[in-house]
């Protein structure tokens, strides 16, 4: 038994810590009289002094035993102790040079992982414009899970293959969605489309395709266990025009909701 039901209308790297320049360095000039002297040749040529005695300053012992000590000399002291501090702030120039080696390495990476990552996320919008099938057939694979079951408020337009129904009316504008192991009156068992860019091919060719689409559904061998008919759903000739594309056939059953599993393997 089949009955029918048209539907109707539904930095740059950083520059190395400034060293001394060779210019702020203390210049020593060789003095030609003392070449050959050393200041500690100097001093012990001289008496020394009694250590008994209360120890003059630096200063005064520097101008008291040492007359032939000259600003030279004591340019070439305090140059002795620049070179290690020179030196100390030559040593800090790599180490600084290679913090900023490593900030510019750091920098690149987070540069290529955002590269990477925006080409990675504007692959699936390039692969989401290609063009869909014009048809599907009943053996299409079952559709993404929509929230948990039942779905109530269910318009027919957003019906999927395999989808079952409870207290089901072809006639009505929404409908029930139940997990198929749970009572149900109706399966939605076989859907075709026609091309968005098809003409409307008239009441007699859409009811055609519908029973062809029924006696192609690969129903399991419970379904004869269930007094079954099936329904045809199509389009109108106002639906079509609003886009309407879909023919649909379910298996249904009078007894009310006593089917308890899918009528499709």
């Not at 012990?44 to 008994?52: L, N």
């Not at 520097?62 to 032939?68: D, E, F, R």
């Not at 869909?132 to 929509?146: D, H, I, K, Q, V």
Request: charged share 20%; glycine share 6%.
């Amino acid at each position: 038994m089949t009955e029918e039901n048209p539907r109707h209308d539904v930095g740059a790297v950083p520059p190395p810590p400034s060293r001394l320049p060779t210019s702020a360095l203390p210049v020593v000039t060789a003095d030609p009289e003392r070449t050959a002297t050393s200041p500690a040749d100097t001093i012990a040529g001289m008496p020394q002094a009694d250590d008994s005695a209360t120890k003059p300053s630096a200063a005064n012992r520097l101008s008291a035993k040492l007359p032939g000590v000259s600003l030279t000399g004591i340019t070439t002291a305090i140059s002795d102790t620049a070179r290690p501090l020179a030196r100390r702030i030559r040593r800090q120039g790599p180490k600084r040079l290679g913090m900023a080696a490593g900030v510019l390495v750091v920098l690149g990476f987070l540069v290529w992982w955002a590269v990477a990552s925006f080409a990675g996320s504007a692959q699936p919008s390039a692969d989401s414009s290609s063009p869909t099938p014009a048809t599907s057939s009943a053996s299409a694979s079952a559709p993404a899970s929509r929230g948990a079951l039942p779905l109530e408020g269910v318009s027919p337009l957003d019906f999927q293959l395999r989808d079952c129904f409870k207290d089901f009316d072809p006639n009505a504008e929404q409908s029930t969605i139940v997990d198929c192991s749970t009572g149900h009156s109706a399966q939605l068992v076989a859907v075709e489309r026609y091309a968005a860019g098809d003409s409307y091919p008239g009441r007699d060719a859409l009811k055609q395709k519908a029973r062809d689409a029924c006696k192609d559904a690969p129903l399991t061998d419970k379904a004869g266990d269930y007094a079954l008919s099936y329904k045809l759903a199509y389009p109108s000739s106002s639906s079509w025009n609003k886009g309407d594309r879909r023919v649909d056939c379910y298996a249904v059953t009078d007894g009310g909701n006593v089917i308890m599993e899918s009528l499709l393997p």
